[in-house]
Antibody
């Protein structure tokens, strides 16, 4: 069974940093592109970032470019999102999702909540 | 990366068919067949319904179908059921920035 389990969320102050993790199981992690998507409370889905199978190709939404870094450790079957210079508008549930290769996000984690507030 | 345009809400009675549109530009929806659709129930993770405009993952009801004309993609739900109530989002690749974008979301109410 495919499982994606995010962790690392929490409450932090503006300007802070945080690293989210997404532990993958039930499939050959190293063969899939992966994505991060976020959702502010009561709002819609927002694309954050995408990474290819070996981590050499990454793309970001303009709103997080230069502040967030996506990476992966295929030996540990884990996806990461390093977030820095956090702002109140980064407050959201962050989901990791498995990308079928052409943008179909076929499996999602349960999400982890990041709250940025002073 | 402006959000794709979806109607804020749609509604229908059980058994009816409804459509949800997703309008973009020739740089995203209109460029490649890389549009997908997701259903989300409150407090839950999204679920993939349609990918590459028209393809349906195994396990997704054939009551859900997708199409595209020009810069607008459309999700059709036939034979509406109470459990279809929820939020629906489209998602597309943006060729000029090699990034991705969601639609603003549509709340479906089954009357």
């Amino acid at each position: 069974e495919v499982q994606l389990v995010e962790s690392g969320g929490g409450l932090l102050q503006p300007g802070g940093s945080l690293r989210l993790s997404c532990a993958a199981s039930g499939f050959t992690f190293r063969t899939y592109w992966m994505q991060w998507v976020r959702q502010a409370p009561g709002k819609g889905l927002v694309w954050v970032s995408r990474i290819n199978t070996d981590g050499t190709n990454t793309t970001y939404a303009d709103s997080v470019k230069g502040r967030f870094t996506i990476s992966r450790d295929n030996a540990k079957n884990t996806l990461y999102l390093q977030m820095s210079s956090l702002r109140a508008e980064d407050t959201a549930v962050y989901y990791c999702a498995r990308d079928g290769g052409k943008g179909g996000l076929s499996y999602w984690g349960q999400g982890t909540l990041v709250t940025v507030s002073s | 990366q402006s959000a794709l345009t979806q109607p804020a809400s749609v509604s229908g009675s059980p058994g009816q068919s409804i459509t949800i549109s997703c309008t973009g530009t020739s740089s995203d929806v209109g460029h490649y067949n890389l549009v997908s659709w997701y259903q989300q129930h409150p407090g839950k993770a999204p679920k993939l319904l349609i990918y590459e405009v028209t393809k349906r993952p195994s396990g997704v009801s054939n009551r859900f179908s997708g199409s595209k004309s020009g810069n607008t993609a459309t999700l059709t739900i036939s034979g509406l059921q109470a459990e279809d109530e929820g939020d629906y989002f489209c998602f597309s690749y943006i060729t000029i920035s090699t990034s991705w974008v969601f639609g603003g979301g549509t709340k479906l109410t089954v009357l």
